[in-house]
């Protein structure tokens, strides 16, 4: 079976792995995801950062919004954590904002694991 975007999907890894590379871990989430910016620029990844959506229940709109850390590619969204490991939790939230956009994918990028980047690709 084929990986859904599987080439982007795998772009935005490395760009990932390429932060973790240079940073390592034990920073704050906010610092990778301004590296993670810069990193998407240099790679030309096509990116919107926090970019806020709205949200609805029964057909009105909510005055919450959820804010997912990247949309890329117009189709892939990406959630950074800066965590011991990933907990369902963070999946949950994923999936959250996977629903609010009815993007397919999403990847979970955990900057705080340590020795190496922990990450999971979620299909709604």
């Known amino acids: ?55 609805s229940y029964k057909g009105r709109e909510l005055r919450q919004r959820c804010i997912p850390d990247f949309m890329c590619y117009e189709k892939i969204i990406v959630e950074l954590k800066a965590v011991t490991q990933l907990t369902d939790e963070h999946r949950a939230q994923l999936l959250n904002y996977l629903k609010a956009t009815g993007y397919r994918l999403g990847l979970l990028a955990n900057f705080g694991h340590f020795p190496k980047l922990e990450y999971e690709r979620i299909i709604l």
């Open 1 to 55: 079976m084929e990986l859904l975007y599987k080439d982007e999907s795998y772009q935005i890894i490395g760009a990932c792995f390429e932060v973790y590379r240079e940073k390592g871990n034990g920073f704050v989430e906010p610092v990778y995801q301004e590296c993670l910016e810069m990193e998407f620029g240099l790679q030309g990844i096509p990116f919107s950062a926090q970019a806020t959506l709205r949200l």
